[in-house]
């Protein structure tokens, strides 16, 4: 049988890499951990990988230069400007890249998303300072919303950590107003309830436009979000899950024991087995 | 000449950080400003043409959603600006990675001395503003001068402020490095030199180290490698391993002990080997999971067969007491390179803090270096970018107010991490240097920066105190440098590893080369930032994010590779020998040479007079206090108080989920936010074993007796472990003292005596309480000194010594996470027990502390009497009998059962009466004693019985039970209610304290 593979991009500070490939393991993938450099430049280091090798492209949260100069910026560049065609081909060949957190931001600086009208390149959405001043670190509720993005089949509603300090969504009015008019806004930030934030604080941590905690291309096959599914990629990863446990067991039940963050990875796997393999 | 590029946000989008800076303004000064927004300025030094100017400003530096950017200054209104930058030769992480942006984008390396720099620019307007209320917030909030320079530009200064940031902060050096050669002719001239070069040599040492040079077989050898006097580089070494932060010469000292009392006197020989080193191998004797103590950088304790995990704990005080955000910062990442340097290197999994600080609102009349607002600010931020650029969670710690640390503050960082118990078949705990094994330093270069920290920590802060030590610690680059050693480990390339902190190469290659019995190192072959060092600085440079390992020569290629591909520098800098000696060179001559085992020499024991005056005797009594009308207001106050008042801002700025195993957090409940006993994570994400950790911290304690403050915080510590479900047998303790002068003087230390006796008395608790709970010490470091001189108002000095103080950490592995607990109570109608003892122990309490007492009733721990309870919990918790478990700590029972509710968002019924006391007890003194030994307990009313069969004769008992209605019922010893309070609206006071702050 043939296996989904994923490449989980590590290096310069990216930080979220293993148990982003914990996550993609758990969600049936072949997973690995590869250096931006061994991209770029594996010659040199023994160990050469290429994208074509792979069906999922992971850029995981972190760091990547210490978010000196707008999170994701020089990442991105040096993406683009060394293994630029490598990614064009990804994504003609129809396969799949997710951006975490620091990956999304990575994705926009890019320009793959929003990738309105097949133009991948153009910067039009950008995450910017929390409006609250600080990094933060909390849970939110997240709705989904109607789109084609493969990674969100089949989830509703969702909880997941949030842990940035720049991730608040920003656009020109008129590039939100096509983000929703194409159906690409994938998650919004909700209440507990599942009401939208309507930019109230904690829900919406960050002062994103219109709530926005994460955005598709047209195609769907490109997703960015701010929250990180990796994090919940065990039952006891939830805040609150001592007391769900505890209230099971009084109705003679118990947790299961994956995270629902998961189901996200496991979407990706589902697509590529359905239509790449 | 260098560029300015000015980079902005777009004039319609929110300045976030120019707000924060507006509310700073506020809350330090009371300065009220209309608008601050923020220009970030480049100044690349580099020759690019205009064209590749043109490019990187488009391509890298201007998001086209939110920037503006020009090379000519930005017209962006202000009434008054201020610039800050950095000074020469500190860290500019920006400017480096803005380096290796352009030069990656264009292709085009950067020659030596090309560099890019990188200042900030803040257009502030408001009303009455004047040129000294400007300065005020520029050198008071923004700017530290000891890092930065800073310029307040008024509105018509047109010409000045188009000059901010052209000009290049370089370091230039006209210097010719040389090796200088000092006479030893007599103590006198040595103790001369020693305070002329900052040396801070302890006169009891500089016979001793005359007499090694003066030695006729030394000077032969020495004559035949061309040295005779002893130079600069070897004393900067002795000084440097001889100091009291790196040999411990406090702890390892002399101690004539007498009880005042009694007049008994003792002789105590070495506290370290006594207390803390005696005891923990008897403990490790018992305990097989304890793998690795008391040599490598951290301890090792077993997490499973195939795991170990590594702790230490450090203190980064003089640093972040100065410049509070690059020292806390340095602090974190410094102490997370001594996991990645234990055995043959560990994975970094999590990092905790300790802050212990003098009150944020001080108005007083005493002067501290850094406004305590913004000292605190300040140390917080540094472990925020610290901890979370590194990837490493923090999801735990404390902070502690008291004016006693307005002298010195004190900033705790531990950290913790997990390697293979074997890498490709070699024990993973076991490391060496052998002959002909390759020197390496990795990671970053050498400066001038970090010179003499370790003999500046080891003095009172004084307004001499030299600042060159203060550094900014670079997350970034040790990140990738951790990276790359972990697979480097990974791939049998290690064959020893050990940080570069304090005393820099001369430290980390003078201990490893005790191993092969000798080194040879070439100071001309380290990288250095910049040229001109002195030899002698390059060898003790405690420049940050680099490690020495040793590797054998066979491995050069594969290690060089690795190294390139995560993009480290790595230099070989000189070779492991057999030769008994260490011979540093430079430019093939010795600068150094000197026996492998000088250090190991006979120098004196330090020696110190201890005298004990017991609390009775010092006159310490219990106040006379009536029984308090107006519980309610109590409660509330209590919990407003700044040491019990909610800190989740701070919790909340730290990324304490990165890594993906968090299982305990540190906020809990159902609107997450009252605080975890302790924190477990899942550090081997496929098994569902969990590693769970806390620390404790009771300084008040020490103003009566600092034998039951240690007792009293090392039983903090392991119940908050025994709390979320952690089996006594698995728990490890790391021990951080910090501690005032203790050398008597009759003028600048008259009470060195007690404090010497209080250190002693610590140590006798630190070592009964680990014998008793069979707690084994893991690691741990003394940090000596937490005094300052201040200012008071009339110009007079005041000398301030911080309370001794130890923050004792404890973690355990739990066997099964999905069997932890959290302390939130669980459903209405479940009954609320007491586990423990309250006996009548207000002395040092949070209660008395509102009112000004001291007391003398102290807490006191007997671990004998405390351990079946913590055992049988432990039996509960593992029988999935318990719904919450919270232990008592500082604020009592009132304040502890308000936390259990707070978290559940449910009211509570208990009844005084039913709890377990001891004599004397009345209801301030139940709600509000500090008695050691006690926890909260919420269980399902069904398993009652099963829960007290388990708890047997135990001190125990069921006072009420949890309610659907928010409401915190609390009835008095033998009357009706005496506590009737909302929990939200409890809730809401609590928060009150900190609620500004984000």
Same mark, same amino acid.
């Given at each position: ?277 | ?362 108005? =007083? *009349? @005493? ?5 305590? !607002?913004?000292?605190? /600010? +300040? #140390? ?55 002959? =002909? *094994? @390759? ?5 970053? !270069?050498?400066?001038? /920066? +970090? #010179? ?547």
């Amino acid at each position: 049988m043939k296996t989904v593979k994923a490449l989980i991009l590590t290096g310069y500070g990216i930080n979220c890499d293993y148990e982003t490939d914990h996550a993609l393991k758990i969600a049936g993938a072949e997973s690995d951990r590869v250096h931006v450099n061994e991209l770029i430049k594996g010659d040199e280091f023994g160990r050469r990988s290429s994208l074509t090798d792979y069906h999922l492209l992971v850029f995981d949260g972190g760091f990547s230069w210490g978010d000196d100069h707008g999170a994701g910026v020089i990442l991105a560049n040096r993406l683009k400007y060394n293994i630029g065609d490598q990614i064009e081909q990804f994504l003609k060949d129809g396969k799949l890249i997710i951006g975490i957190c620091n990956g999304f931001q990575v994705l926009v600086n890019l320009g793959l998303l929003p990738g309105f009208d097949g133009d991948y390149t153009s910067r039009k959405v950008a995450l910017t300072f929390n409006d609250c001043g600080n990094f933060r670190d909390d849970w939110v509720c997240l709705k989904t919303l109607d789109t084609p993005c493969v990674f969100t089949r089949g989830i509703e509603q969702i909880e997941l950590p949030v842990r940035h300090g720049e991730g608040k969504i920003f656009a020109e009015e008129a590039v939100i107003k096509q983000l929703f008019d194409k159906k690409l806004v994938v998650f919004q930030y909700a209440t507990p309830e599942g009401e939208i934030a309507e930019g109230r604080f904690p829900f919406n941590p960050n002062g994103s436009l219109r709530d926005i905690a994460g955005i598709c291309d047209p195609t769907g096959r490109i997703l960015g979000l701010m929250p990180h599914p990796e994090g919940y990629n065990h039952a006891t990863n939830h805040p609150d899950w001592t007391r769900k446990k505890e209230e099971l067991r009084r109705k003679g039940r118990s947790l299961s024991e994956e995270g629902l963050g998961i189901e996200i990875f496991r979407n990706g796997v589902r697509y590529v087995k359905g239509t790449l393999l | 000449m260098a560029k300015r590029l000015e980079v902005a946000l777009k004039p319609d989008l929110f300045d976030a950080e120019g707000e924060s800076i507006k509310i700073q303004a506020r809350d330090y000064f009371g300065i009220d400003l209309e608008s601050v927004r923020l220009i970030n300025i480049i100044t690349i030094d580099a020759p690019l043409d205009f064209q590749q100017m043109k490019e990187i400003q488009t391509n890298i530096f201007t998001n086209p959603v939110t920037h503006i950017s020009s090379f000519e200054p930005l017209n962006i209104e202000f009434d008054w600006a201020i610039w800050v930058g950095y000074r020469p030769g500190v860290r500019d992480t920006a400017g480096s990675t803005a380096a290796e942006a352009i030069e990656d984008y264009l292709k085009l390396p950067f020659r030596e001395g090309d560099a890019c720099y990188t200042s900030k620019l803040y257009c502030v307007c408001g009303k009455n503003l004047d040129r000294g209320k400007v300065a005020l917030i520029a050198r008071e909030s923004l700017a530290n001068e000891l890092v930065q320079q800073w310029e307040v530009i008024e509105k018509s200064q047109r010409k000045l402020r188009e000059s901010m940031g052209v000009r290049v902060p370089k370091v230039v050096l006209k210097h010719e490095p040389a090796v200088a050669s000092i006479s030893v002719s007599s103590d006198e001239e040595l103790m001369k030199v020693s305070n002329e070069r900052n040396l801070a040599l302890n006169p009891r040492d500089i016979p001793t180290i005359r007499d090694y040079f003066l030695r006729q077989e030394v000077r032969d050898e020495r004559i035949k490698v061309g040295l005779d006097q002893p130079t600069d580089v070897e004393l900067e070494y002795i000084a440097q391993a001889r100091s009291d932060h790196c040999n411990h010469n406090t702890f390892k000292g002399l101690f004539h002990y007498k009880d005042l009392s009694t007049g008994k006197t003792e002789l105590i020989d070495n506290l370290f080997k006594t207390c803390i080193e005696d005891p923990t191998l008897e403990i490790q004797k018992k305990k097989s999971w304890v793998v690795s103590v008391l040599w490598d950088n951290a301890g090792v304790g077993r997490f499973d067969e195939q795991h170990y995990y590594t702790i230490t704990g450090e203190t980064h005080n003089s640093p972040s007491n100065m410049e509070a955000y690059g020292g806390s910062l340095t602090g974190i990442v410094g102490v997370y390179r001594d996991p990645m340097g234990t055995g043959l290197g560990s994975k970094l999994i999590m990092g905790m803090y300790g802050y212990c600080v003098g009150p944020r609102e001080y108005g =007083g *009349d @005493l002067k501290p270096r850094l406004l305590p !607002r913004r000292l605190l /600010d +300040g #140390i917080i931020r540094g472990v925020k970018d610290g901890g979370n650029k590194s990837g490493i969670p923090t999801p735990y710690g404390n902070l502690f107010f008291h004016e006693s640390y307005l002298g010195k503050c004190l900033v705790f960082v531990t950290a913790f991490g997990i390697m293979p118990s074997r890498i490709m078949g070699r024990p993973s705990e076991k490391k060496t240097t052998s002959k =002909g *094994d @390759l020197i390496i330093m990795a990671g970053g !270069r050498v400066g001038k /920066d +970090g #010179i003499h920290g370790v003999t500046a920590a080891s003095e009172v802060f004084s307004e001499s105190t030299p600042a060159g030590h203060v550094q900014i610690g670079d997350p970034y680059t040790q990140k990738k440098m951790l990276d790359f050693l972990i697979e480097a480990r990974d791939e049998g390339l290690i064959a020893y590893i050990t940080d570069n902190g304090g005393g820099g190469l001369s430290s980390s290659i003078g201990e490893s080369s005790l191993l092969s019995n000798g080194c040879e190192v070439h100071l001309d072959k380290v990288p250095l930032k910049y040229a001109g060092l002195d030899p002698w600085e390059i060898w003790v440079s405690e420049s940050q994010e680099r490690m020495t390992v040793a590797i054998k020569p066979e491995h050069e290629k594969r290690f060089m590779e690795l190294s390139r591909k995560h993009d480290v520098e790595s230099t070989v800098i000189g070779t492991y020998t057999d030769s008994g000696k260490i011979n540093i060179l430079f430019g093939g001559k010795s600068c150094a040479y000197v026996n492998t085992q000088l250090l190991k020499s006979d120098f004196p024991q330090w020696e110190f007079e201890a005298e004990w005056a017991s609390p009775e005797l010092r006159g310490l009594k219990e106040p006379v206090i009536e029984e308090p009308e107006d519980h309610n207001s109590l409660l509330a106050d209590m919990l407003s108080r700044p040491n019990i008042a909610s800190k989740e801002w701070i919790i909340r700025q730290y990324d304490h989920e990165v890594q993906g195993g968090s299982v305990i957090k540190p906020l809990i409940g159902k609107e997450r936010d009252v605080v975890s006993d302790a924190i477990v994570i899942r550090p081997v994400l496929t098994s569902n074993r969990g590693l769970a950790a806390t620390q404790a911290v009771n300084p008040t304690y020490s103003t009566i007796d600092t034998y039951h403050m240690v007792a009293a915080t090392i039983d903090e510590a392991i119940r908050r472990l025994i709390a979320v479900g952690v089996n006594l047998d698995n728990i490890a303790g790391v021990d951080n003292f910090c501690w005032p002068d203790i050398q008597y003087h009759p003028v600048s230390n008259p009470d060195g005596k007690y404090k010497a006796a209080q250190l002693v008395r610590a140590n006798r608790a630190l070592k009964d309480c680990c014998l008793e709970f069979g707690v084994p010490l893991l690691s741990g470091k003394d940090s000596m000194y937490i005094d300052g001189n201040l200012k008071g108002r009339y110009g007079e000095t005041h000398k301030i010594s911080g309370l001794p103080t130890l923050q004792f950490t404890a973690t355990g592995v739990i066997d099964d996470i999905r069997r932890s607990v959290t302390m939130d109570a669980k459903l209405p109608g479940d009954l609320v027990y007491i586990l423990g003892d309250t006996k009548n122990e207000l002395g040092g309490s949070e209660y008395y502390e509102r009112f000004g007492y001291t007391g003398l009733n102290v807490p006191k721990i007997a671990p004998n009497e405390v351990m079946p309870r913590y055992q049988a919990l432990n039996q509960a918790v593992n029988e999935e009998v318990v719904a919450s478990a919270h232990g008592i700590y500082r604020g009592g029972m009132g304040v502890h059962l308000a936390f259990v509710a707070m978290a559940a968002c449910l009211g509570m019924e208990v009844d005084l009466d039913r709890v377990p006391v001891g004599e004397g007890s009345a209801d301030d003194s139940v709600l509000y004693s500090e008695s050691g030994g006690r926890f909260i307990v919420t269980i399902a009313p069904e398993n009652r019985e099963r829960f007290e069969t388990i708890l047997g004769n135990l001190p125990y008992a069921c006072i009420g039970k949890v309610t659907e209605k928010p409401i915190l019922v609390i009835q008095g010893i033998g009357r009706n209610k005496i506590v009737d309070l909302n929990i939200s609206e409890l809730k809401e006071v609590w928060k009150k304290t900190f609620g500004a702050m984000v």
